[in-house]
Structure formats: structure tokens, C-alpha cells
């Protein structure tokens, strides 16, 4: 099992930067799948990023391609969103999950973080 807990959010200009961070509980952090999901107000919660155990392998959803980057750091226990270019329609909460499978892309999730708001202003 695995507890994850997020930070890094808050409010930015549109074109502005944020970095979340979702620092992980439990000796096997190396060995899941990790992503980074989001959830709008009135939409359903969808994956932006994921990355393999390894780091090797990612995957973005279409609108972020190009200004997200999803990184790990597995002595660390760590994995990281890196947000650049950010738009109005970012704005949402901003989850940390881990998987057991190693399937990087899809939306089924074993383990939660509690989340972090992320609000971009036009």
C-alpha cells in the first residue's frame, strides 16, 4: 500500500508555471505506476499524465502535450507534474495516483492522493 500526498498548487497568472510535487509513503513506491489526474468543477476526473516504475515511458493527455512534463524520482519517493503555459482551463484539482499495472495510459487507479488546487486567471 501507498500514501500520497500532494503540494504545489495555487493561483497563477495565465502563461505562468507551477510545479506539484506528491511525496509517497511505503517501501515499494519504485515498483507503480504513477500519474497525475485532474478534476474541473462539474466534469469528471481524467488522467493528464502517467509515468512507468522506471521512467522510461509517459503518456499526456492531448491538451497538455508540449507544456507538462510528468518526472519521478524514486530514491525520493517522488514524482513530479511540471506545468508550463498554463491556460484559464487548467484550472482544477489536481490528484496524484499510483497503480500496480504497468499500463501507463487509462484511468483505473489504485491508490489516491487528497489533491491540490491548481487556478489559473485569464
Known amino acids: 500500500q501507498v500514501q500520497l500526498v500532494e503540494s504545489g498548487g495555487g493561483l497563477v497568472q495565465a502563461g505562468g508555471s507551477l510545479r506539484l510535487s506528491c511525496a509517497a509513503s511505503g517501501r515499494t513506491f519504485s515498483s507503480y505506476t504513477m500519474g497525475w489526474f485532474r478534476q474541473a468543477p462539474g466534469k469528471e476526473r481524467d488522467l493528464v499524465a502517467g509515468i512507468s516504475w522506471s521512467g522510461t515511458s509517459t503518456y499526456y493527455t492531448d491538451s497538455v502535450k508540449g507544456r507538462f512534463t510528468i518526472s519521478r524520482d524514486n530514491a525520493k519517493s517522488a514524482v513530479y507534474l511540471q506545468m508550463n503555459s498554463l491556460k484559464p482551463e487548467d484550472t482544477a484539482v489536481y490528484y496524484c495516483?499510483?497503480?500496480?499495472?504497468?499500463?501507463?495510459?487509462?484511468?483505473?487507479?489504485?491508490?489516491w492522493g487528497q489533491g491540490t488546487q491548481v487556478t489559473v486567471s485569464s
Open positions: 495516483a499510483a497503480k500496480v499495472s504497468p499500463v501507463v495510459g487509462g484511468n483505473l487507479y489504485n491508490y
